[in-house]
T-cell receptor, first 109, second 115 residues
Framework: GQNIDQPTEMTATEGAIVQINCTYQTSGFNGLFWYQQHAGEAPTFLSYNVLDGLEEKGRFSSFLSRSKGYSYLLLKELQMKDSASYLCAVMDSNYQLIWGAGTKLIIKP | NAGVTQTPKFQVLKTGQSMTLQCAQDMNHEYMSWYRQDPGMGLRLIHYSVGAGITDQGEVPNGYNVSRSTTEDFPLRLLSAAPSQTSVYFC??????????????FGAGSRLTVL
């Protein structure tokens, strides 16, 4: 079966760095997405990786290793507004998205 | 651009009632989809469409119908509501080519409670 695993919840301190991991087993691979979802709101797109390596976008970076079925989202200089759930999703060989359950990130002052 | 407009935001139904969740997008996206989101679970695809006149089932289609008569609109119909359909529903759309292909834009969500 197809599976996406990510931690249920993480806690970090304002100003610090946090890494949210995502491992996947899917039928084929056509890219990995990270979305941010604030409580009570819709998911919004953060990043897309299809090749191995690190993609940097401001305070957020996303890494992919296709051989290991692994990705992480790195958030630097954490701000209180980064408190949200972070959703990992993989596009399989049929171009369907397989979603993880999300990681709830709690930022403490 | 309004993006993806989804209505209503909240709805309470009694078991057996029917209703339609509306979804419209003004980005000329070919792909549209409906998801449900339940606590502790990933987003689950209900139905999707790759263009006007074309629809297909996702992971959890039972109890739901869709149609795509225009590029802009993709309504989701609950035929006979059941408590198991209590959830938050999201409509999402994306282009299928060029920059931003396959990046989903979500509507604000519809919180449905079935009593």
């Amino acid at each position: 079966g197809q599976n996406i695993d990510q931690p249920t919840e993480m806690t970090a301190t304002e100003g610090a760095i946090v890494q949210i991991n995502c491992t996947y087993q899917t039928s084929g691979f056509n890219g990995l997405f990270w979305y941010q979802q604030h409580a009570g709101e819709a998911p919004t797109f953060l990043s897309y990786n299809v090749l191995d390596g690190l993609e940097e976008k401001g305070r957020f970076s996303s890494f992919l290793s296709r051989s290991k079925g692994y990705s992480y989202l790195l958030l630097k200089e954490l701000q209180m507004k980064d408190s949200a759930s972070y959703l990992c999703a993989v596009m399989d060989s049929n171009y369907q998205l397989i979603w993880g359950a999300g990681t709830k990130l709690i930022i403490k002052p | 651009n309004a993006g993806v407009t989804q209505t209503p935001k909240f709805q309470v139904l009694k078991t057996g009632q029917s209703m339609t969740l509306q979804c419209a997008q003004d980005m000329n996206h070919e792909y549209m989809s409906w998801y449900r989101q339940d606590p502790g679970m990933g987003l689950r695809l209900i139905h999707y469409s790759v263009g006007a006149g074309i629809t297909d089932q996702g992971e959890v289609p039972n109890g739901y119908n869709v149609s795509r008569s225009t590029t802009e609109d993709f309504p989701l119909r609950l035929l006979s509501a059941a408590p198991s359909q209590t959830s938050v529903y999201f409509c999402a759309s994306s282009g299928t080519s060029g920059t931003g292909a396959n990046v989903l834009t979500f509507g604000a969500g519809s919180r449905l409670t079935v009593l």
